[in-house]
């Protein structure tokens, strides 16, 4: 495992090996099949493989996704550069445009790599590129050329982010408007991209998958909202063209306040905290559910698909003529709750480390922008999650038992901007030498590193701790380990190497916390939060 980052270790305590007796047999439950939660990609500017290195030492996970636009830093303003090969013979164009820049990245990392790739140049008069002669197959050959190049390259397998969020207006092969051909651009991005996709799947060798991408929000043309579902291309006798649907979000907006009042963003900086915090829940809140085509119709369309979800770009905004929330954990937080909600069947997403139309970028560049928002990221995405347990919205809890005197409970937490993460927490209150099992449906932690939760307390009595224990199905369990007394919320991070001795980690299935160290018949209080099974390896 690399050495965290010193934010890192300021905000997580990670606990040493301690061999310790045994105390309690596990309980059995029958297995359930459950979603895994969605893996984490990055977008940091140009394929710098030491930076993307750091950044995993930094959330201590591999990335799942390298977020990359083709063709990167080069060029994109004709089909030679699209497409990295001469027009008038389809040969390739060395140097120049996609073969360029499919070189950048050493090989080791090409699997990892999303291509975000224009469906036209940003060259020519919109009559000679536009979405209506894409839709005619005046294209096909282009994107057989691009096929090849990527092909050639090492990236047959890639995942493939062609023509970006087509809902706005800022890209050329926006879905806004009617094309030369009298069809709603909304039909010919849906015809022009069944064509990209019959065209690259006709070369040898490519096995792509396909991320149709729009963006959550109305968007209009003129009076009439446009609706995604019109661009989508579904199955037919060709086949599928969408191998997953993808989103991006960011934290900005528009909105007024009730009465058309000021603006939520951005937030008024006489407000207290909370009211601040407040604001910018009410805006997640709204592109969560607001108006039409909010991020549960994009949630609710996949699933009527058939498809994951992803977000291959999303962010904070600290830019205030863009409308941007700030430093901003609420976003962060809710963001993250969205994301491991198995009901939204998210598969991936991917941070935008980098200040592009306005600031979002916190790695190893704008120090103190954003130093809650960091924080919270780093608490809620540090090591890939293997098995999450409890962590807002999921509770795997099955049941909670005991023994001596002792009460759980699960309490509200300030509508979820306090003290750690999501609407509610665990409350348990207890007398010295009581017993605390926290039961759920047997997991194979065999991936995992670490057992992290998030733990205030005990309270009361400064010489009161815990020890926690695991426990399996088939009965066997591991050693108990001390967890240091927490004044304030904090996440604790326990190597399962210090747990496991004797536990079958096959079929771990429950977390026994035990009271001891105090004077007999003490009481105090724990608050326990965010507990899951991570992999903190690269």
């Known amino acids: 495992m690399n050495t965290p980052s010193p934010l890192l270790s300021r905000i997580r305590k990670v606990i040493t090996e301690s061999a310790l007796i045994a105390f309690f ?15 984490m990609g990055v977008f940091i500017t140009g394929a710098d493989e030491a930076q993307h290195d750091r950044y995993e030492d930094y959330t201590q996970q591999r990335m799942s996704h390298l977020v990359y636009f083709g063709p990167g830093d080069g ?19 060395s140097g120049h445009g996609l073969a360029w820049s499919v070189n950048r990245w050493d090989p080791p990392y090409r699997d990892r790599v999303v291509w975000s790739i224009p469906m036209l140049p940003t060259n020519g008069a919109p009559l000679s590129n536009n979405l209506a002669s894409g839709a005619n197959g005046s294209y096909d050959q282009q994107w057989r050329n691009v096929a090849t190049t990527l092909i050639e390259a090492g990236y047959g397998d890639a995942t493939l982010r062609i023509g970006w969020e087509f809902m706005g207006n800022w890209y050329r092969w926006s879905v806004h408007g009617t094309g030369w051909n009298g069809q709603p651009n909304t039909v010919n991005y849906r015809e022009y991209w069944k064509r990209i996709v019959l065209a690259m799947r006709s070369v040898p060798g490519a096995n792509f998958k396909f991320n149709w991408c729009g963006n959550p929000g109305d968007f209009w043309n003129g009076s009439v909202r446009i609706n995604p579902a019109d661009a989508y291309p579904d199955d037919d006798a060709n086949g599928s063209y969408v191998d997953e649907i993808g989103i991006d979000i960011y934290d900005g907006s528009w909105l007024r306040k009730p009465n058309n009042g000021p603006y939520y963003y951005p937030v008024d900086p006489n407000l207290t905290q909370a009211q601040q915090d407040a604001d910018r829940n009410t805006v997640w809140t709204a592109k969560l559910s607001w108006g039409t085509h909010h991020i549960n119709w994009w949630t609710a369309f996949a699933a009527s698909k058939g498809k994951p979800i992803t977000v291959p770009e999303w962010g904070l905004n600290a830019t205030d003529s ?14 993250h709750e969205w994301a491991i909600n198995p009901a939204n069947n998210v598969k991936w997403h991917a941070y935008f480390q980098h200040d592009y139309s306005f600031m979002t970028q916190f790695f190893e560049r704008n120090p103190g922008v954003f130093p809650r928002a960091e924080t919270k990221f780093l608490q809620l995405f540090m090591g890939r999650p293997v098995a999450t347990i409890f ?3 999921v509770n795997a809890f ?12 699960v309490v509200g937490t300030d509508n979820g901007h306090a003290p750690f993460e999501g609407a509610h927490h665990y409350k348990l209150t207890y007398t ?4 605390l099992q926290f039961a759920f449906s047997p997991r194979n932690l065999q991936g995992a590193t670490h057992l992290s939760f998030a733990i205030k307390g005990p309270l009361t009595h400064s010489s009161q701790n815990l020890k926690v224990r695991l426990f399996a199905q088939d009965g066997s369990y591991g050693q108990l380990v001390t967890v240091p007394r927490q004044a304030n919320y904090n996440i604790v991070d326990i190597p399962l190497s210090s ?3 004797g536990l079958n980690l096959s079929q771990v299935n429950s977390i026994y916390f035990y009271a001891t160290t105090a004077p007999v018949g003490t009481s105090d209080t724990v608050y326990l939060d965010s507990v899951q099974f991570i992999d903190t390896t690269r």
């Open 25 to 39: 047999a596990a309980s059995t439950l029958v297995p359930t099949t459950e979603a895994a939660p969605p893996t």
């Open 75 to 93: 060029p994109n303003d004709t089909w030679e550069a699209l497409t990295g090969r001469y027009v008038s013979n389809n040969e390739r164009r």
């Open 322 to 335: 863009e409308r941007g929330g700030g430093d901003n954990p609420v976003f962060i937080q809710r963001f």
């Open 391 to 393: 962590q807002n919205p």
């Open 398 to 409: 099955s049941w909670t038992a005991g023994y001596g005197t002792r009460s759980i409970t």
């Open 432 to 435: 010295t030498n009581a017993g």
């Open 499 to 501: 747990l496991s001795s």
